[in-house]
């Protein structure tokens, strides 16, 4: 119930490419789903975040994308970089003020 | 920039011995939260506070572990005693507690036991 699933494990994109990383969730009382990067010896950053009354969220090349009755959501992220390179986490949790159910993590390569 | 300060960054020790992992939170933030991340379990929550209280702890070893919240400014994660299991990378974490405001990690502490 309390799962959070998340695909694909590695992904590897040419610069100036859509990176595009899904997860699925089971617990309807989920209201807040962020994302979050983490480079190597960091701890994760929140990258974006949206709640389950919009549809769609966009902040500079990173776009959330929420299906809720697909219980699903993805994050896009627009003219890969090099930069970009990292692991990427989706978390939900009941309010954004209480603990995150995290899902496996996307390793995420751009090749300049 | 505010930031969640961990301490030590890396603990090497053996087998039984105990283990104390320090978490200072962003200022004016009351709640606190522990996770640690390994590669097979990835990042998963042992414990979180609200206002120094403990709110849950069931992701937590009871009989080895336990996290205290001595004052706002200072939480602990101690381990005693500490089994090669346990070897993994321990994060802290800090939110302001309202609707909109997300959780703030650390740099965590790389924690290895022999």
């Known amino acids: 119930q309390q799962q959070v699933k998340q695909s694909p494990q590695s992904l590897i994109v040419q610069k100036g490419g859509i990176s595009i990383i899904n997860c699925a969730y089971e617990n309807t009382a989920f209201d807040y789903f962020p994302w979050y990067q983490q480079f190597p010896g960091k701890g994760p950053a929140l990258l974006i975040a949206?709640?389950?009354?919009?549809s769609e969220k966009k902040e500079g090349r990173f776009t959330i994308s929420f299906n809720k009755s697909a219980k699903q959501f993805s994050l896009h992220i627009m003219d890969s970089q090099p930069g970009d390179s990292a692991t990427y986490f989706c978390a939900a949790s009941i309010g954004s003020a209480r603990q995150l159910t995290f899902g496996s993590g996307t390793q995420l390569t751009v090749l300049p | 920039d505010a930031r969640v300060t961990q301490t030590p960054r890396d603990k090497v020790t053996e087998m039984g011995q105990e283990v104390t992992m320090r978490c200072q939170p962003i200022l004016g933030h009351n709640t606190v939260f522990w996770y640690r991340q390994t590669m097979m379990q990835g990042l998963e929550l042992l414990a979180y506070?609200?206002?120094?209280?403990?709110?849950?702890d069931s992701g937590m070893p009871k009989d080895r572990f336990s996290a205290e919240m001595p004052d706002a400014t200072l939480a602990t994660l101690k381990i005693q005693p500490s089994e090669p299991r346990d070897s993994a990378v321990y994060f802290c974490?800090?939110?302001?507690?309202?609707?909109?405001?997300?959780?703030?990690f650390g740099d965590g502490t790389r924690l290895s036991i022999l």
């Open positions: 974490a800090s939110g302001a507690g309202g609707s909109n405001q997300p959780q703030h």
């Open positions: 949206i709640r389950p009354d919009v």
């Open positions: 506070f609200r206002n120094r209280a403990p709110l849950d």
